[in-house]
């Protein structure tokens, strides 16, 4: 969620500057302090995560008040994310949300974006526990779309055995960075993004500025650093892990390679 935070800001920030609007800003366990009084303070868009608004801001409602009780609108984004018992705690949070703008006198309307899923009506329905109307006539222009299914070579066929998953997907990412095209791999874990991406640099040595890698724990300077350089085409590839899931709207990217099950549909 910080990743598409960020990426949100930016995009919002230019905008800003164009039309000259009021003070925006991120607020999430990256915020330094003085950043947080101020956007308490003077915010008129805040950009935050279920987390923050649960451990961060309800408790803290009374520093909050100016906000919430002038607060109109509330777009929860990336609305697949919330389901089973991660979506029931959500569910949660949004109920103490409503009930304390309700205490400073504001009713917000909820604006929900979801990825592509079969039953976005009854989820934002049962999240936010009031009728939704739903909008699914999508005009936006894409290109042509490619999904390929790759299964390993069998090492050892008498015993099934197939060829290590991170090696193959190493080897088909660097035909694509080789051959110049913008591409991201997912790894399912920590450990398997930092070996894919010690592999692929090791094979792609003359782009090894141009190859980062990205998951928690890095420094937040160094992901909003990445997360910039993705945008501008200065990296032209990343390994990651979920860290980077969410919608981060990079349009220059060619190639999204995942070394195994994401684990869900909506993942």
Request: glycine fraction near 10%.
């Amino acid at each position: 969620t910080k990743a598409l935070a960020h990426d949100q800001e930016a995009f919002l920030r230019a905008l800003a500057e164009k039309l000259d609007l009021p003070l925006l800003g991120t607020y999430d366990g990256d915020t330094p302090p003085a950043v947080r009084s101020r956007l308490r303070r003077e915010a008129r868009l805040l950009l935050t995560n279920p987390d923050m608004l649960h451990a961060g801001i309800l408790p803290r409602h009374p520093h909050w008040a100016s906000f919430l009780a002038s607060l109109r609108y509330v777009v929860l984004d990336e609305l697949h994310v919330y389901r089973g018992l991660f979506g029931s705690h959500v569910a949660n949070v949004l109920r103490r949300l409503k009930r304390i703008c309700a205490f400073y006198g504001s009713r917000p309307q909820f604006l929900c974006a979801s990825a592509t899923i079969a039953n976005p009506g009854e989820l934002a329905g049962r999240l936010l526990e009031e009728a939704v109307t739903v909008v699914e006539d999508d005009g936006a222009p894409r290109g042509r779309q490619h999904l390929l299914l790759y299964n390993p070579p069998l090492a050892d066929p008498s015993l099934g055995l197939r060829r290590s998953l991170l090696l193959e997907a190493e080897k088909v990412a660097a035909r694509f960075l080789e051959a110049g095209l913008p591409t991201v791999v997912f790894a399912r874990t920590r450990l398997g993004m930092e070996l894919l991406l010690t592999y692929l640099q090791e094979r792609c040595g003359g782009r090894r500025g141009r190859l980062r890698g990205y998951r928690g724990g890095y420094r937040a300077e160094v992901r909003r650093e990445i997360e910039a350089g993705l945008r501008r085409g200065t990296v032209q590839g990343v390994v990651a892990t979920n860290a980077l899931e969410l919608g981060v709207d990079i349009g220059t990217l060619a190639v999204c390679i995942m070394a195994g099950y994401p684990g869900t549909i909506a993942a």
